[in-house]
């Protein structure tokens, strides 16, 4: 377990006792002068040295060269990033790190323009999880080491475009405070991160960010009509909950939810999955850990307008009590729904809570994310999200955001005209999953959710299903927190984040004929 601090210039240190990693695209470590990066690696590594070893670097799509032993080294990044790529590479700077960092107290510089140093410094964060319970000597050392992040920014035309305030620091730190805890809880095994281990975990974030938890739990969650959370977690022996952490400071005029998904474990319920289907089955409240971990960053950096994080908490469990398949259950919305298959869970405890968003937060804007669908992954793959919106604006937003946080997404159609009779029941008002599960599965799934708000709903939804983008791997990625920092951006008090949400880009074709440019390149607009 490492420590990791940020720095917003250079600190001199000598590679022999402190290792250094520096890490950029070709293009940016070619043009880079010596002197902005000699203070990292004098007096092991003169000029010349340096410059051949740039020179030498052929990233295919990534290349590394060593400098002064194995404790320094530099690092070039893909060549190219397409149009639904993140320009700063910021997937291929967490598998760099995870390759060639030493595992004692090292240095890892970002060699990058300012408009990817947050997807840059969130990259370094999911480079270094925190879960770990291995007992083998050395694993846990005391003091841990620490990871210093020093940053060399390049490509400005102005000096704010190549230096990093005490603000950006403390941003970045937040953030990515807020990825390790994300990926810590979803990396945790139910044994330990189960309902009770979950609101644990919200009431330490409320604790430290001087706010108070609402907490429904149990059967007052039946007596309060939330059917949806009740009977998916009923049967396990932690009780499910429903909680809240609300953030309202004077002033605001807008309010905003954010609801996660919360199942600490699936085995699908009666509907049970199989043995290969169900390991990695703690992941499933990814979502909800991201709404924390996201929530924990905004406030954190000035959140300015009332900004409320709902917890669906549940396990899956199978038992005496158990849902059936055919059982009926009415949910927050008094809509009632036929269970045709338990392991379709996701969306019920979700629908409860954007019910709950709307009506006693009295949200206009409420963002839903969850581990929802196996679909998700075949159909946006294992980098991207899904995103399902009722507005045009929030959609393309939430996909420049993506791109530019490195959590990134792609649309799926809304369009409940079409693909809402997937529900139809003969006995209820739907049921919880498709007849057709080649029609739109990921669309459809979403728009369960949005039916209980109901499709006339008049502020603006967002699901986001980031079942695949969660974890790399056997471990979890924090996916989601950087999205939600930079979405809601224009709402911080932090210059880094509202930059992050109002940056103009204009895509224009631009090739140097040299092989280190890629053919698209997104450039800000002064």
Known sequence: MSLLKFHRTLQTTDPHTVPVLIIGQLRHLTELPFERISPKLEPRVERETFTKAVS??????????????????????????????????????????????????????????KQDLLASACAVARAFPLYSRKTSKGVNVDPPPTVHIEFVLVGGDNPTETEITEEDVLVLANVTVGIRLTARIVDAPCNEMNVSGFLS??????????????????????EKG???????????????????????????????AWVGKGIVFDTGGLSIKGKTAMPGMKRDCGGAAAILGGFYAAVKSGFRQNLHAVFCLAENS???????????????????????????????????????????????????MATLTGAQGIATGKYHGAILTNSDDWEEKALEIGRRTGDMLCPVPYCPELHFSEFNS?????????????????????????????????????????????????????????????????????????????????????????????PLKRERLD
């Open 318 to 368: 199978v038992g005496p009590s158990a849902t059936r398949p055919d059982d009926i259950h009415r949910l927050y919305s008094g809509c009632t729904v036929e269970i045709n298959n338990t392991d379709a869970e996701g969306r019920l405890v979700l629908a409860d809570g954007v019910v709950y968003a709307d009506r006693d937060l009295k949200a206009n804007v409420i963002l839903d």
């Open 201 to 222: 975990e919200v009431e330490a974030i409320a604790l430290e960010l001087g706010l108070k938890s609402k907490i429904i739990r149990g059967e007052e969650l039946q």
């Open 56 to 113: 030498c670097l052929h990233p295919a799509p990534t290349d590394t060269c060593s400098l002064y032993l194995d404790l320094a080294r530099v690092a070039a990044l893909p060549l190219k990033a397409s149009r639904h790529n993140t320009a700063s590479r910021a997937h291929s700077i967490a598998k760099v790190i995870q390759s060639n960092t030493t595992g004692v107290t090292e240095s890892i510089v970002l060699v990058c323009e």
């Open 226 to 256: 939330f059917g949806g959370i009740y009977g998916v977690g009923k049967a396990a022996l932690d009780p499910p909950a429903l909680a809240i952490l609300s953030y309202e400071p004077k002033g605001a005029t807008e309010t905003i």
């Open 426 to 518: 003969a006995v209820a008002d739907m049921k919880n999953s498709v007849m057709d599960r080649g029609n739109a599965q990921v669309s459809c799934a979403g728009l369960f959710i949005g039916a209980h708000l109901g499709f006339e709903y008049g502020g603006s939804w967002m699901h986001v299903d980031m079942a695949a983008p969660v974890h790399n791997g056997e471990r979890a990625t924090g996916y989601g927190v950087a999205l939600l920092a930079g979405l809601f951006g224009d709402h911080s008090k932090a210059s880094i984040l509202r930059d992050i949400a109002h940056q103009p880009t204009v895509l224009r074709n631009k090739s140097t004929g040299n092989g280190t440019e890629p």
